[in-house]
């Protein structure tokens, strides 16, 4: 069964920057995607950025520039988000995706509050 942990998130003032982690177990399949979503209170749940295992990335237009996606090449199962330049609609509940054989799957979440 596939488990996603998801760390690294907290309270930060505008402009600092946050790295989030999330360790993914239970893939079975080498050619998967992995990423990250976020939910502020209110919305709909929408997407950050995602990376394949080809290390190809995607990124939501608004985040473009301030956040970088990346994989751990050793452990391909470990996806970064790091997040500089935080603004406070970047407040969220971020949750780590991940595909394995095309199949989705969620982490419980990490809060990012960006506040002054």
């Known amino acids: 069964q596939v488990q996603l942990v998801e760390s690294g998130g907290g309270l930060v003032q505008p402009g600092e920057s946050l790295r989030l982690s999330c360790a993914a177990s239970?893939?079975?399949?080498?050619?998967?995607?992995m990423g990250w979503y976020r939910q502020a209170p209110g919305k709909k749940r929408e997407l950050v950025a995602t990376?394949?295992?080809?290390?190809?990335?995607?990124y939501a237009d608004s985040v473009k520039g301030r956040f970088t996606i990346s994989r751990d090449n050793a452990k391909n199962t470990v996806v970064y988000l790091q997040m500089n330049n935080l603004q406070p609609e970047g407040t969220a509940l971020y949750f780590c995706?991940?595909?394995?054989?095309?199949?989705?799957?969620w982490g419980q979440g990490t809060q990012v509050t960006v506040s002054s």
């Open positions: 990376i394949t295992s080809d290390s190809s990335t995607n």
């Open positions: 239970g893939i079975t399949f080498s050619r998967n995607s």
């Open positions: 995706w991940a595909t394995d054989w095309s199949r989705p799957y």
